[in-house]
């Protein structure tokens, strides 16, 4: 049950980042497991060695597809 828990916490993470950012004027990237959002470009990978981030940009829609994946997940459960 906690794992369901993290998810949905993490896909309403995404979703509020996918609604709240102008992608197009300013492509973010953000660590998933900090849960923290950037403007593409502020190296932040250099605070968060190790970590999983995925990035969006008008030609890249990883976090998009990450929020396709975990409503998967999520309806299978």
């Not at 953000?30 to 502020?42: H, P, S």
């Not at 030609?59 to 929020?67: R, T, Y």
Request: negative net charge.
């Amino acid at each position: 049950m906690r794992k369901e828990e993290d998810l949905e916490r993490l896909l309403a993470f995404l979703e509020k980042c996918a609604e709240d950012k102008d992608v197009i004027r300013y492509p973010y990237e953000v660590c998933v497991d900090c849960r923290e959002i950037a403007t593409l470009g502020q190296m932040m990978r250099n605070m968060h060695e190790g970590h999983t981030f995925v990035f969006q940009d008008i030609d890249h829609n990883g976090v998009s597809e990450w929020i396709k994946c975990l409503r998967w997940v999520l309806e299978k459960k």
